[in-house]
C-alpha cells in the first residue's frame, strides 16, 4: 500500500499544529518568561523558522496561545445552554472554574496573558465580547448604559479572575471551589431578583 503523499498546505497545517501545541504546553508548564522559541521548535522537532514565518516572534506565538485559550472559554460557555435562576451567570463561573482546574490555562491566562499582553487586550478580547452579551441587559443606544454594561462585564470578570486564581492557590481546592460556587450563586441570585 503506497502512503499518499501530503501537499505543502498539509505538510505546514501540521506544522502550526505541532507547534501551537507544543507552545500551549511549554507555556502553561514554564510560563512565558521561562519558555524560549528554541525550546518549542526543539521540543516539536521544528526549527525556529517556520514559527517566525507563521507569528513573527515569541509574543506573537503567545498571543495566537491566548486566542485558542480564549475559544476555550467560550466553548465551555458555550456548552452550557441551560439558563440558571441567574440568567446562567453560575454556570458559566463553573464552566470556568472547570478550565482553571489546569495550572497551565491558568499560568496562560490568569497570569502570564495581562502581564505579556497588557490587560487592555482584555477588554476587547473575543472573551469580553462574549461577556458584554450575557451580562449586558442595559439599553446600549444610551451613554449611561454602555457605561454601566461595560463597568458591569469589566467587574464581574476581573472578580471571576481574581477569585479562580484565589482557588487555585488554596489549601483546600475542593472547599473553595465549592464555596466560590455558593458565593456566586448567592450573589448573582440577588443581583437577578
Known sequence: ???????????????????????????????????????????????TRPIYHYFGNKKGLFAGVNEVMEARIIDAIDAQKGVSVDGGVSTNWLAFMTLCDDPGFRRIVLVDGPNILGRERWSSSAVSVKAKGLFSHEKRNELAGQYRSELFTRMVMGAFTEAALMVAEAEDVSLAKEQAEKLVAELFTSVSD
Open 1 to 47: 500500500m503506497v502512503e499518499k503523499r501530503r501537499t505543502q498546505a498539509e505538510r505546514r497545517a501540521e506544522t502550526y499544529r505541532q507547534v501551537m501545541n507544543s507552545a500551549i504546553r511549554l507555556f502553561g508548564e514554564r510560563g512565558y518568561a521561562a519558555t524560549s522559541l528554541e525550546d518549542i521548535a526543539t521540543d516539536c522537532k521544528v526549527t
